[in-house]
């Protein structure tokens, strides 16, 4: 891919129909144009040609700003790239500065994994994550709108999601307004969850089965209480119980 950097009219510049980017928020827009009128323009943005306009692949906030500061032209670095490359730098730039919610990256990435057919693992190489942070992203796709709109807004995070995951769909709107509603935090969450699977699974569960998954549990309690990032999750089936607990290295 070549590219030099030039500077170009604002009025010239379209956006990026791959941008995985979804909310701009006015306050920060303004705070970045406020910089750059004082700092001026520390980073050029990218783009590349699109007939005779130029399409962003990275920058959007950079240029908005500019547009609110009245700015005719803005320096920009011009890149040849595909349509596909194109997508994969707008994600991937945007991955880097933390600019994306985690919706917003997942669906970038069931983008990107689609138009290019990669795996989750060959995804995650080039991404330079873990296949089990690739898994773990697209799996919020399969919440309820709601529930992604609560993310891609801040209302809850991404934690407080991978948790509603566990809960069935008949219960899961109850769950999120709860757990909302009472501001729970991701720890909280996590228990209040975990309880109400003990409460429906615990019909058929010896007394001895039923002291042993609460002596594991007050195991993990003590894991988390001394600082270790954790998870547990108990699956009932018909004759067994499986428990799997999840330290963060």
């Not at 990026?16 to 004082?38: H, M, V």
């Not at 790239?81 to 933390?98: G, M």
């Not at 615990?202 to 894991?223: F, M």
């Amino acid at each position: 891919m070549k590219k030099e950097i030039v500077r170009i009219k604002l009025n010239k510049i379209i956006p990026n129909k791959n941008q995985p980017r979804l909310d701009f928020y006015d306050d920060s827009i303004k705070g970045l144009a406020e910089s750059i009128k004082q700092n001026g323009l520390l980073q050029p943005i990218t783009v590349r040609k699109n007939g005779d306009k130029f399409e962003l692949i990275a920058g959007e906030r950079r240029y908005r700003a500019c547009l609110l500061n009245g700015e005719k032209d803005i320096e920009a670095i011009i890149m040849e790239s595909s349509d596909d490359e194109s997508a994969n730098l707008a994600l991937i730039e945007n991955l880097q500065r933390e600019d994306l919610n985690a919706i917003e990256q997942a669906m970038a990435m069931q983008r990107i994994m689609a138009s290019e057919d990669l795996t989750q693992s060959e995804l995650a190489e080039r991404l330079g994550y873990r296949q089990s942070t690739v898994a773990n992203k697209l799996r919020l796709l399969k919440l309820p709108e709601y529930v992604k709109q609560a993310i891609a807004h801040g209302t809850i995070t991404e934690r407080h999601a991978r948790a509603l995951l566990n809960v069935p769909a008949d219960r899961l709107e109850e769950v999120y307004l709860t757990i909302t509603n009472r501001k729970y935090n991701v720890s909280k969450t996590e228990e209040y969850i975990r309880e109400l699977s003990e409460k429906h699974h615990s019909k058929g569960v010896s007394g001895n089965v039923r002291i042993g998954i609460n002596t594991i549990k007050e195991s993990y309690e003590l894991c988390r209480r001394s600082g270790i990032d954790a998870d547990m999750q108990v699956t009932e089936y018909d004759d067994s119980v499986k428990i799997v607990i999840k330290m963060k290295k």
